[in-house]
């Protein structure tokens, strides 16, 4: 097989691993992150061309945080504007029990992406048999 001259490259990002990431790593707090330049920067200094960028994320049903809610479709939104492909699902919600340092256990509701990584993983299989 022949290298071809330049690499293609399409990104696929975890909307929510990102902001988990950028939160760990520099203290965000907000999603002010643009997942386009950010593609576009790593593939410029790789020699790639981007030719895609797609991001996967669950976003919270309204009834449980109207503001979250209404951020992640507005944010989406927007970058749906500027090209990027968007793949969305809802979170499902669970309690969840963690242990303390003192011995006692607190639970509390949180928000869980479910099929999100299934949906990366086919999308990524599915170009790579295709060609794309």
């Known amino acids: 097989m022949i290298e071809p001259m330049r ?7 975890d909307g929510q691993n990102l902001l988990h990431s950028a939160k ?11 997942i386009r330049l950010l593609a576009q920067a790593i593939c410029v200094e790789q020699g790639w061309d981007i030719v895609e960028c797609r991001i996967y994320t669950g976003i919270p049903d ?8 209404s951020f992640w479709v507005k944010k989406t ?30 639970s509390f509701l949180t928000g869980e992406e479910k099929g999100i990584d299934v949906r990366i993983a086919l999308d990524i299989l ?7």
Do not use: E
Request: proline fraction near 6%; glycine fraction near 12%; hydrophobic fraction near 35%.
């Open 24 to 34: 760990d790593a520099f203290g965000y707090t907000f999603p002010n992150f643009d």
């Open 77 to 106: 939104a927007q970058m749906g504007r500027a090209g990027v492909k968007i793949f969305t699902r809802p979170l499902r919600y669970r309690n969840k029990i963690v242990r303390l340092p003192d011995g006692s256990s607190h």
């Open 62 to 69: 309204p009834g449980d945080n109207a503001f979250r809610n």
């Open 126 to 132: 599915t170009g790579a048999v295709n060609g794309t």
């Open 7 to 13: 690499r293609r490259a399409i990104a696929f990002v």
